[in-house]
């Protein structure tokens, strides 16, 4: 069975940056569209960037030009890098893949991105 553990959240001042991780466990198996969504109270949960197998990437209007997103080789990970953060980051950001064999989705825990100064 596949897992995803997310790591790099924390808190950081506005204008600050953080990289994310989110790497697969268990059972060995390479990922494909990839993406990483967050979530706020009283909000709907947020795309903010996909990359595919391809390497293709798109993101939400919100974070074009800040945030860039990127796999491992072999991709069996995938990064978020987000630059320029402001208190409107602030949120619980979960990765997300699907399995290359069987398309199976796979979910990680969340990881706490908090802006503030």
């Known amino acids: 069975q596949v897992h995803l553990v997310e790591s790099g959240g924390g808190l950081v001042q506005p204008g600050g940056s953080l990289k994310l991780s989110c790497a697969a466990s268990?059972?060995?198996?390479?990922?494909?569209?990839m993406d990483w969504y967050r979530r706020t109270p009283g909000k709907e949960r947020e795309l903010v960037a996909t990359?595919?197998?391809?390497?293709?990437?798109t993101y939400a209007d919100s974070v074009k030009g800040r945030f860039t997103v990127s796999n491992a080789n072999p991709r069996t990970a995938f990064y978020l890098q987000m630059n320029n953060l402001g208190p409107e980051d602030t949120a619980v950001y979960y990765c997300?893949?699907?399995?290359?064999?069987?398309?199976?989705?796979?979910w990680g825990r969340g990881t706490q991105v908090t802006v503030s100064s």
């Open positions: 990359i595919t197998a391809r390497g293709a990437t």
């Open positions: 997300h893949a699907q399995l290359l064999i069987t398309s199976d989705h796979v």
């Open positions: 268990g059972t060995i198996s390479l990922l494909k569209n």
